[in-house]
């Protein structure tokens, strides 16, 4: 590979938090005093791509200016998407290439992703790393959010994202020269492809910008990223880093949408048995708000701030397949909904025939009698 001066890794762990009903204040299940070099790179990224959560001024404020918003106070970090939170966690002080983890998690939709950041020698193979990944959450995290272990009901495969920063300028170049390593990076490189296959695997990126090559997969993620764009080694450290974690921010909401619509389906799927035999209206309608609301608030209707922003997570969804676990999710509820339409006509028709018969049998006259003399 050409030079390269940085490698860093982190890895994402989507989890299910629907085991036992909504989760309580988070502020009281989780670390809020901890900060992490993760968590600051975070914040400062998701004000890049997507609008921070405010709320109106008080009377005070108002009468100042009316139209200014101001952060949220009922989350810990307002750098999150609507109904969701961020929190810090804190790097395992045994590990020197820890720089600490980011908890995002919503209350309501009960689903959050795990993040660790860890930042390897240039000297390490970038391969090597990615092979040698654990898919398991690590201990030093797991104690952190401890209080949640009763919540959890399940959690998906690891989601690697690598970022390789170059001392090149000339990010063509780079591509040009280590196109099949970075596809084999990529790929995992165990299916033994051919170069050719390789360098395909990088030959679109996501991103417009000159200094990054954004390439992703349903299984894992690259960054390629090249130095000199600002005017000193330290401003262009904070710029990659900073475009590393939009990068991730982005890989991390398709990590949500997918388990909210994978959780969701599954969801449906189970409560089409309890309308088989007796209509239930209110279940039904439960489940139509809630794929409502999932796709408008987090499909659809998302608070980008910029247009490079929306670009970028549309074709992230493309690769993540967000559009058919949406039509999955769709297609589980019409099933629900059907069926439910058939035994409610059912009910309605054996209802219609007891009445009939009922009243053949002078049933009602019975009962109007009995009223009258009580």
Known sequence: MDVISGIDVVQMFDLDLSRNGPLTDLRQLLPVKH??????RCCESFRWAFESQTVPGGPDERAIDPTVRYYATDVNCADSWPNFDRFALAPDPKDTLDKGGILTISRNLQAGVLCTW?????TESALD????????????????????????????LMYPFIGLLYRSSNLAEVMQEDGVALG??????????????MRTYV???????????????PSGGIGVYTSGTETNPEKDLELYERTLFRAVQV?????????????????VDKDAKKVQLFPRPFLVERHR????????????????????????????????QIPTFLRDAKDSYDFLEKRYQNTKTTALAALAVATYILDKLKFW????SLWHHL
């Open 35 to 40: 900060r992490s070099k993760a968590f600051t």
């Open 118 to 122: 860890r930042s390897h020698p240039a």
């Open 129 to 156: 790393i990615k092979l040698a990944l654990s898919v398991d959450i690590p201990k030093h995290y797991l104690k952190q959010i401890g209080n949640l272990f009763d919540y959890i009901a399940e959690g998906q």
């Open 184 to 197: 084999r990076l990529l790929s995992g490189g165990l299916d033994h492809e051919s170069d050719q296959t």
């Open 203 to 217: 030959s679109e990126g996501l991103s417009h910008r000159c200094y990054e090559g954004l390439f992703l997969q």
């Open 251 to 267: 890989c991390e909401l398709c990590l949500i949408e997918q388990r909210l619509l994978r959780t969701f389906r599954k969801k």
């Open 289 to 320: 708000e809630e794929l409502l609301e999932l796709e408008n608030q987090m499909v659809k209707t998302l608070p980008f701030r910029s247009t490079e922003a929306e670009l970028l997570v549309r074709k992230a969804q493309e690769i993540f």
């Open 365 to 368: 006259d019975k009962l109007a």
